[in-house]
């Protein structure tokens, strides 16, 4: 009896918090479907004729977003991969190697997550003007790539101990360089830890919005930058600002889904002695 | 699939000595191992055996002496380079893999032909019977199939030496008993030197040709195990050896007789060679029941099933005495008891063996 309790209560909770987060991005959902006349609509719940005009509009139109999802493509993208090739040479060594001063290393790296990235945007733009790195996509992929690395090492550290020592050094002895081992026997078990890592890097460059406003200028602007044309101050086209809301969306979720298995299996890989991915 | 090259297998520790921040893990470790030998590496756990058997095999560097496999040095070698095979403790299989890929891995790495790698893999699942199970992953194996593969993985690339770390000590007590024996057939059949860790003294003695005996980061014993068994150096290796181990008393030599704790005994020829303070060993098996001997109180009596053994009170001296055949011991009861004296060991002070006859 208690027990059922217990899940009903669970259940209830967890409804809750389901509504709670989904209510905007449903409302955002729906928003963007309705003309500006059907959005303003009062009472707010009244039918309305669903259009795809939004979509069309900031899709094909001439405010189109898809250069700035091109944008967004390419700092994520090179920020993950860039991130990922330092990181997991790096975690490698501070889980694995006998790194002097590894505790202290380990500490630096976590430390610099710790400074609240609104108080480097100054120094920030005042070096990369000197720099002449503003307004490119370089200097924002420096800038994602040096807010990511320091938390991707410290998520895949954590894998990469959890990989029994002695299976390295199986492959050793099996003839294989550190490298071939690294390759053949580390990394793919150390895969769950790396999707996940690929999903929250990907996820903070996609979703970054402080930097690319001020150090982007006019010349690099991400979905996330451009979406704020269409709050002006006359008007706030609401119905624009969901449609492109909701694709800047697709990608992430879409990453998640695909990523949901192995970082389910990154989770539970290890927790059962001599246990593989099937 | 004999072991490969000139099929030979030596190997030579010279003066090896390696330490661990401040602590000393082994000294002056000097050592050789005979080809096709079956050689034991044996000990308390952190006397040095494992660390021993991971500088052979090159994980681990020494700080001094120097490690020889046949006329070639190798203490600096890579373990890939070595021409050597290890089977873990913990297996070490690669899960992600098939067993017929872990077994390939190791030819992989030195590209060999595909065709080639299958026959070998096909060949040494043949050997430990797990031919059946090859494209399986390792999760889906039994202990004793996880063990197999690990074995498989071990001899696919016949090596001219096999490191085997505890291989039995996670399967249970009767599939032990059994690769016990299976290993030994394997060994014999590759001719193939190993070089075999293990706490357990049992599984030294019945596989291998000759075993060195570790305490304290030092090798204190090398010999046959009937050598090591019946001679032992020192009172340390007394003490190790047999389960339960020889019983080890101060006592003072005097030709005529031997005073100890509470009792003086006179045995039965005069023991010459040495006098004053000793410890004498004598194994609980050399203790027997008679009519007519030494006084002592039984204190405990345990059954094995087929044997028993004896907790004895000698004057002020605590003996384990075995006894091949089972009879009733009330607590306390006064018995009479006789020394095998011919298989007595007499040790000096320091605790090294005495030529006392």
């Known amino acids: ?278 | 699939m004999r072991g490969s090259g000139n099929g030979l297998g030596r190997v030579r520790l010279q003066g090896v000595g390696k330490r661990f921040g401040d602590y000393s893990a082994l000294e002056g470790i000097d050592l050789a191992v005979n080809p096709g030998e079956f050689f034991s590496l044996l000990g308390p756990s952190g006397s040095g055996k494992t660390t021993t058997l991971r500088i052979i095999a090159g994980l681990e560097m020494p700080e001094d002496g120097a490690v020889f496999l046949d006329d070639a040095e190798i203490t600096r070698l890579s373990p890939g380079a070595r021409d050597a095979a290890m089977v873990f403790q913990s297996y070490a299989l690669y899960p992600h893999m098939t067993v017929a890929r872990n077994i390939g891995f190791p030819l992989r790495m030195v590209r060999t032909p595909k065709a080639e790698i299958d026959r070998l893999v096909r060949q040494a699942a043949q050997r430990v019977s797990i031919e059946h199970l090859l494209d399986r992953r390792p999760g889906q194996l039994s202990g004793g199939q996880q063990q197999r593969c690990a074995l498989a993985r071990a001899i696919v690339r016949s090596p001219k030496l096999f490191l085997l770390d505890e291989p039995l000590s996670n399967l249970d007590a009767r599939l032990r008993l059994q690769t016990r024996t299976e290993l030994k057939q394997l060994q014999r059949t590759l001719g193939v030197t190993a070089i075999y860790v293990t706490h357990d003294q049992e599984e030294a003695m019945t596989l291998s040709d000759r075993m060195a005996i570790f305490m304290d980061g030092r090798i204190v014993q090398v010999g046959t195990p009937e050598e090591v068994y019946g001679r032992p150096a020192s009172t340390a290796v007394a003490g190790f050896l047999g389960s339960p181990p020889m019983n080890l008393i101060d006592a003072v030599l005097d030709g005529e007789r031997l005073e100890m704790p509470g009792a003086v005994l006179s045995p039965p020829t005069p023991i010459v060679g040495f006098r004053g303070p000793v410890t004498i060993g004598v194994r609980p098996g050399d203790i027997s029941f008679v009519e007519s001997g030494f006084p002592a109180v039984v204190e405990l009596a345990e059954l094995l099933g087929d044997s028993m053994i004896v907790d004895l009170r000698l004057g002020e001296v605590a003996l384990k005495a075995r006894l091949l055949q089972n009879r009733h011991f009330g607590e306390g009861e006064p018995v009479q008891i006789a020394f095998d004296w011919q298989r007595i060991h007499f040790f000096d002070p320091s605790g090294a063996r005495l030529a006392v006859g």
């Open chain 1, 1 to 278: 009896m208690a027990a059922m309790l217990r899940r009903v209560s669970g259940s209830a909770l967890l409804i809750v918090f389901l509504i709670c987060w989904s209510f905007p991005a449903l409302w955002g959902a729906v928003t963007s479907f309705k003309t500006e006349r059907d959005v303003l609509d009062y009472p707010p719940m009244s039918p309305f004729h669903p259009t795809l005009y939004n979509y069309r509009h900031i899709l094909a139109g001439p405010t189109s977003i898809v250069p700035n999802l091109e944008s967004s493509a390419i700092l994520t993208v090179s920020t993950t991969l860039i991130t990922l090739a330092l990181a997991i040479p790096a975690a490698y060594a501070l889980g694995r190697l006998r790194v002097p001063a590894k505790r202290p290393l380990g500490f630096y790296v976590l430390a610099t997550q710790m400074l609240p990235p609104i108080g480097l945007v100054i120094p920030y733009f005042l070096i990369f003007s000197g720099a002449g790195l503003l307004n490119s996509y370089s200097g924002l992929i420096v800038v994602y790539v040096s807010f990511s690395l320091p938390f991707a090492i410290w998520l895949l550290v954590s894998y990469f101990e959890e990989i029994p020592r002695e299976m390295e050094e199986a492959a050793l002895i099996d003839r294989a360089t550190r490298l071939k081992a690294m390759w053949h026997v580390v990394l793919p078990q150390a895969r769950g830890g790396i999707s996940v890592t690929v999903v929250f890097v990907f996820l903070n460059a996609w979703n970054e919005f402080l930097f690319a406003v001020v150090l982007g200028g006019r010349t690099v602007r991400p979905v996330t930058v451009a979406m704020f044309d269409f709050i002006s101050l006359e008007q706030t086209q609401w119905g624009r600002v969901s449609a492109a809301a909701l694709i800047a969306m697709a990608p992430v979720m879409l990453l998640g889904l695909l990523a949901q298995k192995h970082i389910v299996k990154g989770l539970t890989l290890g927790a059962v002695k001599g246990s593989g991915r099937q």
